[in-house]
């Protein structure tokens, strides 16, 4: 199992939102390296779901349940960028703000640190619990 880490700003689409539509199709990923992590991703894989901009947190954990295939609203280029299918697992207890992960000394080398405008991004496990930890 791999895990991963998606960010949406909250006005776009929201935790709330995934929660009441019970699944989503993570789709709109124009970042090569963003697409390349989409690819890698496998059902069953953990996801944490962060909130960008407003709000800056984890606030909950999904799955995902389909793995990548080409993004359907896409006309240009077939087959360029690609979409996972993703369900919510669980909201986060308390969220995890930007400023506790940057405080953890073993989320010192996160990519949400590291490259904070990538979208889709590989966490280890000891990162993922850890997160989790504190989420809790």
Known sequence: MSYWLVKSEPDAYSWSRFVREGRAVWDGVRNYQARNNLMAMRTGDSVL???SVEGKEVVGLAKVSREAYPDPTVTEV???WVVVELVPVMPLA???TLNQLKA?????NLSLIRQSRLSVMPIRPDEFECILAMGK
């Open 78 to 80: 077939p087959n360029r």
């Open 104 to 108: 953890e000394p073993l989320l010192a």
């Open 49 to 51: 779901f962060y909130h």
């Open 94 to 96: 308390r969220p995890v």
